[in-house]
């Protein structure tokens, strides 16, 4: 960071009066923090890292108070790097400011493949943290697991089932899958079956693997009961909300079987619960039957969440949800995304997969392609209804589809009218909510919150200084 860049981020410190995902405030008037391990550990551990600024006291109202040493300050902050697992090099900054000094040290994410970067100090199950808005929060066991499973590139869905015989599987399903998997290769066709399910890793060692319990039993749940779905219709729009008669459930499934069994389960209980319209079209008079969601888009994120859900001893017991509300559908799957690929690269670049065999299994049996096309189906299918754009989450342990009724976002800047485009310009530098209500000439801030910032920032137009954290009094929008 030159000086140039750490005078105009003390400037945005004042305009914003918060801290952010990639930015942490240190006072420093009266020595370097002792602590500085966990937003050292936190940054460390996410793509774009983070910037720590020494300087600005925020329990006095970010005032700018300036630090008691340059010199000294930046040796104790290089200390505590040192500390580090692996050892952190930051890049450190000082800057002169109306006589005061001010300093920043400028943390850069580790590796995926070097994470979790933790405190030598406290372990690594204790002294590593994560980001989550403007705090620093120990991360979880699994958490610290799944960034092991990708280095070590653990395969839990070839895992041995202890209690599963391979006379626990369908026969003439397994009978097919070897049918298909046999045709056109002369190698495999010549081999006797049973040295098939050790090769397609079917079984180990006498028992069946957990992606042939999943594909070929007839009852996965006999030996994991929460390896199913859950699927609710929530009156409302939030999980709590109660109907007319106190309910809290307008519908209430457990979805069981085998992923082919489950998958045709969750679509028969989301096309249950779902209205349909009859439109007519106005060239040429034809009526169609329309659902709110598309089917399509329903299965596929249905089935990408069975198949590259984590299946580790650690999410065992965490079935996939299916939560129906008034204006949206959510489905989640536990385990976030495997390997390198983050939720805007999506449908965009070819991911790492998390249970190959598993994946290889649906294909042959014609449930999946396997061509990364399920989440480009799903925009495609969302637009195709004129429907507004699909959410992908990546959260703390789990990853979530959401899917919207309302109508579609415009998603380039020739569909957005004319006040959008002049908001966005407004807030290419960040604005309050009161800022933005003055500039659309409006009397209610929550009206023009709601009306006027909220698609942009689905739409992606305009961001959140405080993503996680959206209803804050702090927060800000900018483009």
Request: aromatic share 8%; glycine share 8%.
């Amino acid at each position: 960071m030159t000086s140039e860049e750490l005078m105009d981020k003390l400037n945005q410190i004042q305009k914003l009066k918060c801290e952010t995902q990639t930015m942490e405030i240190k006072s420093g008037e009266h020595g370097c923090p002792k602590h500085l391990y966990d937003s050292i550990s936190s940054f460390s551990n996410q793509d774009d890292g983070g910037v720590i600024v020494f300087g600005v006291d925020e329990e006095q109202g970010y005032k700018e108070v300036g630090i008691y040493d340059p010199q000294d300050i930046q040796k104790k902050i290089n200390e505590q790097c040192l500390q580090m697992e692996p050892v952190v090099r930051p890049l450190l900054t000082v800057v002169k400011k109306d006589g005061k000094s001010f300093a920043s040290a400028e943390i850069p994410g580790v590796d995926l493949s070097d994470r979790p970067c933790y405190y030598k100090g406290r372990g690594r199950l204790k002294g590593s943290y994560t980001r989550v808005g403007d705090s620093d929060e120990p991360m979880t066991e699994y958490e610290i697991y799944s960034y092991e499973a990708y280095r070590k590139k653990y395969q839990d869905d070839v895992r041995e089932v202890p209690r599963a015989g391979m006379t626990s599987l369908d026969k003439e399903l397994l009978g097919r899958y070897i049918r298909l998997i046999k045709a056109g290769k002369r190698n495999l066709s010549a081999m006797k079956d049973e040295g098939i399910y050790e090769l397609m890793s079917i079984q180990r060692n006498g028992k069946a693997t957990l992606s042939a319990v999943l594909v070929f039993c007839p009852y996965p749940q006999a030996y994991f009961p929460q390896l199913c779905i859950n699927a609710v219709v929530v009156p409302g729009n939030e999980i709590g909300a109660t109907g007319d008669a106190g309910e809290r459930f307008l519908d209430n499934q457990r979805i069981e079987g085998n992923i082919s069994d489950m998958l045709d389960g969750a679509i028969s209980f989301v096309k249950k619960n779902m209205k349909t319209k009859t439109i007519i079209h106005p060239e040429d008079g034809k009526r169609e039957d329309r659902t709110d969601y598309p089917v399509t888009a329903i299965r596929e994120a249905v089935l990408n969440a069975l198949m590259h859900r984590d299946y580790s001893i650690y999410t065992e017991g965490m079935p996939i949800q299916i939560l129906m509300f008034d204006d949206r559908i959510e489905i989640r799957n536990p385990g976030g995304l495997y390997g390198r690929i983050t939720a805007d690269q999506l449908g965009k670049v070819q991911p790492d997969t998390r249970n190959p065999v598993l994946v290889t299994e649906l294909e042959a049996l014609g449930i999946t392609e396997n061509r990364y096309s399920g989440i480009p189906t799903i925009r495609r299918e969302m637009k195709k209804y004129h429907l507004a754009v699909p959410e992908f989450l990546d959260e703390r342990g789990s990853f979530i589809v959401k899917l919207y009724k309302k109508e579609g976002i415009p998603e380039t800047e020739a569909e957005i009218d004319e006040k959008s485009q002049g908001l966005i310009f407004f807030c290419r530098t960040p604005r309050t909510r009161k800022e933005i209500c003055d500039y659309l000439g409006l009397s209610s801030i929550t009206y023009a919150i709601k009306v006027h910032v909220l698609p942009l920032v689905a739409a992606g137009k305009l961001k959140m200084s405080i993503p996680d954290k959206p209803k804050s009094p702090k927060q800000m929008y900018f483009s």
